[in-house]
């Protein structure tokens, strides 16, 4: 029998982070689930996390502290309020919105890589897309290609040729109704996700940053409810 290889899955809580951990475990990983406590305005994605990785089944989960609002830069580590909108079509300028934690998936990345060196992976798992997002830099595939790179000569394992890592990014060019199929298909329960950026203080999605309108939207193209809108609020 073979045995399963490690992968180190990025788990923010939220709706792409679970479709990219059931897509590890359907296609034979073994999980080691990565969240971060990093200064965020608010713990409700840390426990959507715990339960996502409870319901798809992980190997391990460990949920690292950093603190980014030591740097602040983004309205989710500083006293900056989020955006709200009236649709989703005011949604993705371009421009990276306030919303944006600078070089955030770079950080989260460089754990993931400590990570899978100690763990003895050689995959790491991240729920970026290109297709539907807010225009953060740090969600195309040529950052994703880059870090890449860049793991290949930045660690011992990588340089004694017992590492070969990649980046997987399953989600990079799915739009949002196309992840949420995907995940569909494999048996995520959407209900036990949280991706709003401005929670009510019980944890309810607000449904109008930019997160909420781009996930209901996506939800909208499949003839769908968002279950984060429509279920009650779930704070463990």
Known sequence: ??????AVVLLSG???SATVLAIARAEGYEPHALSFRYGQRHDVELQAAKRVAEAIGV???VIAEIDLRVFGGSALTADIDVPHYESADEVGSGEAPITYVPARNTVFLSFALAYAETLGASDIFIGVSAVDYSGYPDCRPEFIEAFQNLARVATKAAVDGTMDL?????????SKAQTIQRGLDLGVDYSLTHSCYDP????RACGTCDSCLLRGRGFAELGLTDPALAAPTRLS
């Open 14 to 16: 939220g709706l792409d």
């Open 200 to 203: 009510s203080p019980e944890g």
């Open 59 to 61: 190997d391990g989960h």
């Open 1 to 6: 029998m073979n045995e399963k290889r490690k």
């Open 166 to 174: 990649r980046v997987h990014a399953p989600l990079i060019e799915l």
